[in-house]
């Protein structure tokens, strides 16, 4: 709880990369640590996630159900992805290939996507393609709409503790994300609206029931 009394949401981070070294973790790990008094956000690793196959595409791996399970009981998500020949990482989409064949998450959850890059695209076509995996049947996210966060030339960005050194870079990540705030809660309450309906629906009285027959 938050000193202003009201539920601080939960949010999930994953940087969508197995280096050693990576500057979307390292953006990530800003975020959460900046903005902490606002959202609470769990860094997640896709490290020991192995290579998707159908061949084997069961949830018994422990990596895949840990990272199912966090998705599923978090609020929302943040995905940091990195740039390789204008896509995503292979290990960010085996990823959400195991994420969307026998579990699926991201049914429903809102997503929100940031990216940094060596060079001054500062991953904007990856998120372009991020976002069509994301929202493609099986996986059913609800991405953020606009609103990208590309950091580029991301060796200068940081400084030596991964701080992010540009204040106007830093000012607008802080607006994205309480609009991301909103747009998780909006989601959220239309998705229980949703479900007490259908409970309603489902276990509720009809006309065409004898009353005394439900106990209505």
């Not at 609020?75 to 740039?83: H, K, N, Q, R, W």
Request: charge should be negative.
């Amino acid at each position: 709880m938050t000193s202003e009394g009201f539920q601080m949401i939960k949010l999930v981070g994953i940087a969508g990369s197995i280096a050693e070294e990576s500057y979307n973790r390292t953006l990530l790990k800003f975020i959460a640590m900046q903005f902490n008094q606002e959202v609470d956000i769990e860094l997640l690793d896709i490290n020991d996630v192995p290579m998707f196959t159908q061949d084997d595409a069961t949830v018994d791996n422990h990596a895949v159900a840990f990272l199912s399970q966090k998705i599923q009981s978090a609020d929302g998500v943040i995905i940091a992805t990195p740039e390789h020949n204008h896509t995503v990482p292979a290990a960010l989409k085996s990823v959400i290939e195991w994420l969307s064949y026998k579990v699926h998450p991201f049914d429903g959850k809102p997503v929100m996507i940031v990216g940094a890059s060596y060079l001054t695209q500062g991953t904007s076509r990856a998120q372009l393609h991020l976002r069509q995996i994301l929202e493609a049947p099986g996986v059913n996210a609800v991405v953020l709409p606009g609103n990208e966060v590309l950091v580029a030339n991301a060796k200068q960005a940081f400084d030596d503790f991964g701080i992010l050194k540009d204040t106007d870079t830093v000012n607008f990540i802080h607006a994205v994300l309480r609009k991301f705030i909103t747009f998780v809660k909006v989601i959220n309450t239309l998705d229980k609206q949703e479900d007490t309906a259908y409970e309603s629906k489902k276990f509720g009285c009809h006309q065409w029931y004898r009353h005394d027959s439900f106990g209505c």
